[in-house]
């Protein structure tokens, strides 16, 4: 078998979205397009349901590599997510847990405090460009200096931070920028990630894939290889779905729910096994939602 697509016994990454919304309207994500279609429900995952899922996965802490508390949203919609965050941690004291966001809406430097003291390990800040117009192209909003400042205050308030700076590729993006802003001035690491046609959701994707990769770029961690996602990372959205992948955002896919079953009984599901071994085959075109995706190689534009 081809290292690295393994099939497991549980996923060693786990994806929990405690509530199903997201307010921005960022143009390398399906989200908004979804939420104006009407299937973004706003649902809440209950405290109960996040603490039985919690409770499995404390059971399998040794196998686990990191749980996000977020998929397929803004993680800060919830305002609960400090005490889910702590919720977490006393459950998982070992295991990473990571939150995601653009830093634009229902994010200061007082929250970040918070979310640092009940014990995540790492916040994402989204940021595609350090150009102000590159950046509103984007993300739809002229909030670049307000994010900035933002982070500047929390870091000047602290001697270690666990934020990072994640960047979808683009050619709005200047790698020099981000090494000089970030890495040299503020310490901070970046994060680059190829920018994805998110199941074939994303309508914007043919502009935004850059028209050429760097060697610089390369060299810093941009990569690219075919999809290994459904062999590792379990997604279970706010009433218990589990879905394919972290692409599913119509959640097409149910794989199982945790409410009825473990998450171990629907990862070595027959549902989920089919699909896993597909993936680990390379057969993506049996598959309805990898068919078109830029993770399947046949669709990919990068060559790399």
Not at 104 to 109: D, E, G, R
Not at 115 to 134: H, N, R, Y
Not at 223 to 240: E, F, Q, T, V
């Amino acid at each position: 078998m081809e290292p690295g697509y393994e099939i497991v016994d549980f996923p060693t990454s786990v994806g929990i979205q405690t509530v199903d919304f997201c307010g921005h309207r960022c143009a390398h994500c399906p989200l908004s397009a979804e939420r104006d279609a009407g299937r973004i429900t706003k649902g809440v995952m209950t405290v109960e349901l996040l603490n039985n899922i919690l409770d499995e996965l404390a059971e399998n802490e040794p196998s686990l590599k990191r749980v996000n508390l977020y998929a397929l949203n803004d993680p800060l919609s919830d305002e609960r997510i400090v005490e889910l965050v702590r919720i977490a941690r006393n459950k998982l004291p070992s295991t990473t847990l990571g939150l995601s966001t653009s830093g634009i809406l229902n994010f200061t430097p007082e929250f970040y405090f918070e979310l640092k003291d009940a014990g995540l390990s790492t916040l994402f800040v989204s940021i595609p460009s350090l150009d102000p117009e590159g950046y509103k192209k984007i993300m739809n909003m002229d909030a670049l200096h307000a994010v900035l400042d933002k982070i500047d205050l929390c870091i000047s308030k602290e001697n270690s931070s666990i934020i990072r700076i994640g960047v979808p590729v683009t050619d709005e993006f200047n790698l020099e920028d981000f090494k000089e802003y970030f890495e040299k001035e503020r310490n901070l690491p970046v994060d680059v990630w190829a920018v994805e046609n998110r199941g074939g959701l994303n309508i914007h994707f043919s502009s935004q894939v850059p028209k050429k990769i760097s060697q610089d770029l390369k060299d810093y961690g941009l990569k690219w290889k075919r999809c290994d996602r459904p062999l590792d990372m379990a997604n279970i959205m706010y009433d218990g779905r589990v879905i394919l992948c972290c692409a599913d955002w119509r959640k097409e896919i149910i794989l199982g729910n945790v409410s009825t079953h473990t998450l171990r009984e629907i990862w070595c599901g027959k549902t989920a096994r089919d699909i896993q071994r597909k993936i680990s085959s390379g057969d993506y075109d049996s598959i309805s939602l990898c068919r078109g995706c830029s993770e399947n190689p046949r669709v990919s534009p990068y060559g790399f």
